[in-house]
């Protein structure tokens, strides 16, 4: 990638190249500097060329017309490379982007290389691979359809639990290149993130910025971009001292899982017992199904102040003299 600051120019094949993918290559190039020069190679004549008109207002470009000269070959090859050689001398730039799949500009790169310019090259899987290896960096356009796909498919859905006044807001905003603000930002922090997935909110502004001029966080009602980012429930932020004593804002796609700043939640043990709840009791073993006959508890010894239980009167016992009848004497 290069630096923020490098003055790139941008000549496509428009020819070549689909205007399908034209919103793939400026969100790539938005991360390689100051696009100064942005121009489209074409017979503008020609029906072929319908769909990048629409493009060429949406990124700035300018359309330069080269009538074909005969019937089946272009001859936009050859009005690219004498402007790519007035451009270097010039002596404004700091490097070139080629966008096209056709081997007939392994020279030019190989040129403007010789001079110091930095180029990279866009085109399909199907571009020759002297092209390829004459670029110092060559990105396949495949890559880039797949790479914003994914993102978009990535991007955390909104809760469904939202409040009421939430669920009534109208749509959110949209960019002049389509996509919603939940999407345009998915992808900027993709471009511009670190290896440890953050990235700084200055990289980030900047990277949007270039992806679309028009980008204003007032436009979503905020006065910075940094309300703009601490607002959005699928982001996280997090505030470090940077070299220079100043604190700087990092934001990063928020994770499933993870609380908030990036701090992983603390695992509870799985023999811990759940929060708000009494412990179990044990649970008592089975009886063996061997039968035991019950045994009797003496009887619990009387509390003070109770009267013991009164005695049965003893029965008495009768002596009957000898001799003696039961009714009378002897």
């Known amino acids: 990638m290069s630096d923020d600051n490098s003055r790139l120019a941008v000549l496509i094949d428009a020819d070549n190249i689909s205007a399908k993918v034209a919103k793939d290559v400026f969100e790539e190039l938005a991360g390689y500097g100051n696009l100064t020069v942005k121009r489209a190679y074409g017979d503008w004549t020609t029906t072929q060329l319908n769909g990048w008109k629409d493009q060429l207002h949406a990124y700035a470009i300018a359309p330069m ?12 090859d050859s009005a690219l490379i004498i402007d790519a050689m007035d451009l270097l001398y010039a002596g404004h730039l700091d490097g070139f982007v080629i966008v096209s799949s056709d081997s007939d ?3 030019l790169a190989t040129r403007l290389r010789e001079s110091g310019m930095k180029v990279y090259g866009l085109g399909a899987k199907k571009t020759p691979r002297a092209f390829r290896d004459a670029c110092d960096k060559f990105t396949f356009l495949e890559v880039l359809r797949a790479d914003n796909a994914e993102s978009e498919a990535s991007a955390p859905e909104p809760t469904a639990s939202a409040a009421p006044e939430e669920a009534s807001s109208p749509e959110p905003a949209r960019d002049p290149k389509g996509g919603n603000l939940q999407s345009m930002l998915t992808k900027a922090i993709n471009k511009t993130a670190t290896d440890d997935d953050w990235s700084a909110l200055g990289s980030l502004g900047s990277h949007l910025n270039r992806t679309d001029p028009s980008f204003d966080s007032r436009t979503y009602g905020f006065a910075k971009l940094s309300d703009l980012v601490k607002d959005q429930p699928f982001l996280e932020t997090k505030t470090l001292e940077a070299d220079s004593g100043r604190s700087q804002l990092w934001v990063r796609i928020k994770r499933r899982g993870a609380a908030k700043n990036g701090a992983p939640k603390d695992a509870a043990p799985k023999d811990a017992a759940p ?56």
């Open 105 to 107: 500009f392994t020279r």
């Open 275 to 330: 929060k708000n709840e009494p412990p179990k009791k044990p649970v008592a073993k089975k009886a063996s199904k061997r039968s035991v006959a019950p045994v009797e508890e003496p009887p619990a010894p009387p509390e003070a102040g109770d009267e013991p239980p009164a005695k049965a009167p003893a029965r008495r016992r009768t002596t009957r003299k000898v001799g003696q009848a039961s009714g009378g004497g002897v």
């Open 65 to 76: 017309q080269q009538f074909a000269y005969t019937v089946g070959k272009n001859s936009t």
